[in-house]
């Protein structure tokens, strides 16, 4: 069983940063052996990819964000970020972290809204 909670959302200028913060809570006590990501849903479409990152530290990308975006995992921490760089007014979304191992898990999420 796996607890997720998103942080970090909020209102920024095109052009700006935001870090979000997912914080676990895991029944085993790490994220360790979890694929941890990071989904994002804007009004009126489906919900995407953002990036992932596997157990094994591996990392990809939506192509949206490629260049923009940095996710990282602190496994000691059960926490991972998503560093967003030079937002766009397409970036508005609701974020949300996703933990992966034989079940799917999902935070609440949190809305970023980029608009000046």
């Known amino acids: 069983q796996v607890q997720l909670v998103e942080s970090g959302g909020g209102l920024v200028q095109p052009g700006g940063s935001l870090r979000l913060t997912c914080a676990a809570s895991?029944?085993?006590?790490?994220?360790?052996?979890?694929?941890m990501a990071w989904y994002r849903q804007a009004p009126g479409k489906q919900r995407e990819l953002v990036a992932r990152i596997t157990k094994g530290g591996d990392i990809n990308y939506g192509d949206s964000v490629k260049g923009r975006f940095t996710i990282s995992r602190d496994n000691i921490k059960n926490t991972v970020y998503l560093q967003m760089e030079d937002l766009k007014a397409e970036d508005t979304a609701v974020y949300y972290c996703?933990?992966?191992?034989?079940?799917?898990?999902w935070g609440q999420g949190t809305r970023v809204t980029v608009s000046s």
């Open positions: 996703n933990a992966a191992l034989q079940n799917s898990y």
């Open positions: 895991v029944a085993s006590g790490t994220i360790f052996l979890y694929n």
